[in-house]
């Protein structure tokens, strides 16, 4: 199984006046209500418990491949600096961006950590989201970045999601390190990546591979540093530059190269010719004014791509995945079941997770989105500032 790639993305299988069957957290049977094979018509059996979602779309939940929910504090005194005029490197100079996350995080504790995260959590769930990838990357120091991968863990015990954990250690250098980057990557690799990897806190590595952060070398080292303990890279690549981000995320055979804002045909060339999955986070550009990702570049060039919210407190406070659907089609041009696609099965693949979720298929996680009665499945990007949403399951229990 692979994800989908140029017309596959567009091709969205559905079947109509439908009948679908969980069981425990599994999905156990689906079909036409007219085939003999529908097991309520056929064995009228009591212990079923049957729910009439006539009119209503019936979809895998969002796979969401990317985020920071994990975060100490918002950051709107940013949002204003924007509006005035700021751009995001120019905040992140005078203190703000990350290590204005850092800093707030530093100081909270992990109980209230876990709490904010929680409530986030829920919040995402409630939008039909079944799986997510949660990244660290505000502590930057060793003990808050375990910190956080710690929290991710107590979220993944408590809500029985399919969650995914990434350790960004790597997301920034700290102020003591601005003019030392040779220090504080010794840290990450011979002090963070080892107790890491000895804790078992995190499926992948990634890195902020951007000017004014981590070179396209240092991504390579830190990168492989991590393969070494079985942290498989996912990268952040060319948001603000092109960076060398895309490149040398296929060079470390990355899960997924991320953003994407800035490419040129070198770029959409190498990400094509490989397995690397581009995510493409249409909510961060929206929210920094930035032009959205070249996604019908991407596809026509056979790249395999996936939709994620990237949420985070300073350029992209809302993990509203029916929002970066929407946002999908509307800044992007991609059709909706190019977007849907993205959102679900190609966002499984950039969590390793094709196999557990992402598609509504026999053995399945009953991860599920019930609409609300809709006139068609391009209603739901197109009426982008209404909830749709009637009722989501996780794991086969509703939400």
Known sequence: MQPLRNGDLAHLPFLE???????????TGFGKMEDNSFPVLKNNDPLIEVTDVAGSVVLPCWCDS??????????????????????YAQIAEKGGGILNSARKLNDTSEDELFASSWKRLQEVRSMGTGAIEIKSGYGLTTESELKMLRV??????KSGMLIKSTFLGAHTYPEAF???HEAYIRILTEEMIPMIAAE?????????????????EETMRIGNAGLQYGLRPKIHANQLNLSGGVQAGVALKALSVDHLETMDDDAIDCLAESSTIGTLLPTAAFFLRMPFQPARQLIDAGC????????NPGSSPSGNMNLVVSMACIGMRMMPEEAINAATINGAFAMDAASETGSIAIGKKASLIITKAVP????????FGSNLISKVLINGEPV
């Open 152 to 157: 991710i863990r107590k979220l993944k015990e």
């Open 200 to 216: 078992k806190l995190a499926d992948y590595i990634d890195v902020f591979c951007e000017t004014g952060f981590f070179s396209k």
């Open 376 to 383: 068609s499945l391009a209603y739901l990007p197109y009426a």
């Open 17 to 27: 006046n439908a009948w679908l069957m969980t069981e425990d957290s599994v999905i």
């Open 304 to 311: 395999a791509i996936a939709l994620a919210s990237d949420y």
């Open 178 to 180: 601005k003019n030392d």
């Open 66 to 87: 990317h985020t920071h929910l994990v975060f100490a504090a918002s950051r709107e005194s940013e949002f204003v600096d924007k509006i005035r005029g700021l751009t």
